[in-house]
């Protein structure tokens, strides 16, 4: 069996037909095994013997849209791809906090490929890299002033339109710790 993380988008945990009960239900109606919710905010990890990760995005999204009206976008990535991202430590000797925010968006089209790093889009945003194998950029957003909000999140999308996800580095340590319990 292959174990996965359905990384949701456009999650509203206050919604109540976005529930993680709710959201698990769909991926067991879908015959996925050991489903579990992590957080609150549309990540679910699961196990299946299907390999085609494309397949599973549209399958998931569907029920989803079908079940809950959740048209947001499903993007997968393999207990194996995130495990390599941790273990290739891209935030050395940093701590997510107010200054140090650490983020991992996850591109869907993983044929869209940072040939470069961008230009720092914004001053408020450090990219430090692009892993190829889960086909995500890594940043550290500064937050510490209020009520200077980083443009960020808006660049990306810009860039690379709506099929994406962002999740803090410590969502991604959860969702992995929660894919080998």
Not at 142 to 149: A, H, L, R
Request: aromatic share 6%; hydrophobic share 40%; net charge positive.
């Amino acid at each position: 069996m292959n174990r996965y993380a359905a990384l949701l988008r456009g999650i509203a945990p206050s919604n109540p037909n976005m529930s993680n009960e709710k959201l698990r239900g769909v991926f067991e109606q879908l015959g996925f095994e050991k489903v579990a919710s992590v957080l609150a905010s549309g990540n679910i990890v699961f196990q299946s013997a299907d390999t085609d990760v494309s397949d599973l995005e549209d399958r998931i999204q569907q029920a989803l849209n079908a079940e809950l009206g959740i048209a947001g976008g499903t993007i997968i990535r393999s207990d194996e791809e995130l495990q390599a991202l941790l273990a290739s430590d891209p935030f050395p000797g940093l701590t997510h906090g107010r200054g140090t925010y650490l983020i991992a968006t996850f591109l869907k089209d993983r044929k869209k490929v940072a040939r470069k790093l961008p230009d720092q889009p914004d001053p408020l945003a450090r990219v430090v890299g692009y892993d190829k194998p889960c086909s995500a950029y890594l940043a550290v957003i500064d937050n510490s002033e209020p009520g200077k909000t980083p443009d960020f999140m808006a660049w990306l999308e810009k860039t690379h339109g709506k099929n994406i996800t962002t999740r803090t580095w410590l969502t991604v340590q959860r969702v992995v710790k929660k894919m080998n319990q």
